[in-house]
């Protein structure tokens, strides 16, 4: 499932709402721009097309693509634009907490991804991360995930299909309903005609114009405070200095307005939501698998990691910006809510034509958010579910067609959830819930049974529907019912998250107990410390050089990430 959410999503409202104010001053020459990059991914579709022959390529892309293109992919499909104007809304309401979602709660479960985890994904030779739980437990811990998946990707496809028909109405004017379906016709064309190679390339393509819609809009908002000091200066003087720093007022005991505190943000969105987005989540999984190699499937989420990083800077940069020329924003007397913070500057601060690439960027972001959900449901729809348990064995280039006709059937499905999205008052909030719901159950039953030879094949079924129902009781029962006091719906989803995980893990193991653990020559290249023969597969030729080791590229990484947060911490 896509994000947003940099993994998991921030706290600030979602786009549920824009001040009409901000509607912007757009001409000729920033449609021009729009309908050029219209132009330009429906050509990256039909160019696709001819590529696909198989089931394979259609799904996959035939595993044939280089890192640097998968690696691209995989962080453009998270880089939803549902995550851009939240972790912007984020920054103007708590300010620098949100490196978090970054430098805790997206690098290190990236790393473990590519160093850990995709040699037995890519290695099994599985085609969906459901099919690697067929592997390990049985039918019913696959169909179970399988469903469990299908259902959460075109929810998550409706709130980027929603959150953008919100954003385009407020600035350009559009009705909701007309974006939403030229959107989803967009995305419907392109990923039809090509499959995932299509969707591949053009979040490729999206992830540059994400940027170059950001980078203006980041220094041309530290121009106006004058620069990085006057914005601390402007900040600390509103807010205090704990609103630039990363770990101010999280100590235990302490109250702060994320109604967290720094062991609930390290285990809470550090490990349990973190890696149980980055490590299960098919819709970026899927990007590493339609890797040439392994080597090259280790290094996409690798590759990945150093953009997300720095992504960060420009998203939080323009909310804290907003925070410091609206002193007020998110009140009722200031006309803005925190949501209004990139929409607002990109009015105050670009000019036409500048002003026609920032829309097309938010654009492209929605498209790509959406278009992650919906090619990683296509795939797990025909292969884990049409191919395994309705129509078995048929010829290969009728899944190619189903596949194609489910594309349709999930895109329509978007648009009614699209719609279903509305009836929540905090989009944010609703996604990170969802995660909360499905993506910590399925990571506790990957990481059980990837290290716990005796965990035995019923056990995956049983932690899996232990989790997901643990987790769902927490939050509509204890939370919402107020059993148990939470200062915020964020607090509540970490809370959930652990509860599922913890939940699940105990299940799983007193299943196993009782019932009988798979053959070990049944397990090979499924659990540490075992091999398949994908799994020894030599490098390509130039893979083997030092730069390109995943080791390094991983814990590179992690250091890196670190140290980002030395001038965040006093």
Known sequence: MQTSPTGPA????????????????????DYTILAIYF??????GFAARRSVKTSLDFFLSGRSLPA??????????????????????????????TVHWY?????????FLGLVMMPFYYGSKVRSVPEFLLLRFDKAAHLLSSILFAFAAILIAGVNLYALAIVVEALLGWPQWVAIVVAGAFVLAYITL??????????VLQFFVILAALIPITFLGLKKVGGWDGLTDKLTA???????TAWGGTGIGSANPLGAN?????????FVLSFGYWTTNFAEVQRALSAKNLSAGQRTPLIAAYPKIFIVFLVMIPGLVAAALVPKIGTPGSGLQYNDAIPYLMQELLPNGVLGIAVTGLLAAFMAGMAANVSSFNTVFTTDIWARYVKPGQEDGYYVRFGRLITVIGVCASVGTAFLASSFSNIMSYLQTLFSFFNVPMFVVFIVGMFWKRASAKSGFWGLLAGTATAMVNYFVFYKKGIISIPSD?????????AGFVAGAVVMVAVSLFTKAKPADELQGLVYGTKSPGMSEPPSEGDDAWYRKPALLGWGAVVLAAACYIPFSF
């Open 103 to 111: 430098w805790i709660g997206a690098i290190p479960a990236m790393v």
């Open 39 to 44: 132009v330009v991914v429906l050509g990256i």
């Open 238 to 244: 509103q807010h205090g200095a704990n609103f630039t």
């Open 68 to 97: 640097w293109i998968t690696g691209l992919a995989f962080i453009s499909a998270n880089l939803a634009a549902t995550e851009i104007l939240g972790m912007a809304a984020n920054s103007a309401q708590y300010g620098a907490y």
């Open 490 to 498: 964020q607090g509540a989803n970490f809370v959930s998250a652990i």
């Open 10 to 29: 921030p706290l600030a409202a979602g786009p549920t709402y824009l001040a009409a104010e901000l509607r912007l001053p757009t001409n000729w020459l």
């Open 262 to 270: 720094w062991l609930t943000i390290v285990l809470g969105l550090g």
């Open 194 to 203: 090509g499959g995932l190679s299509s969707a591949i390339y053009n979040e």
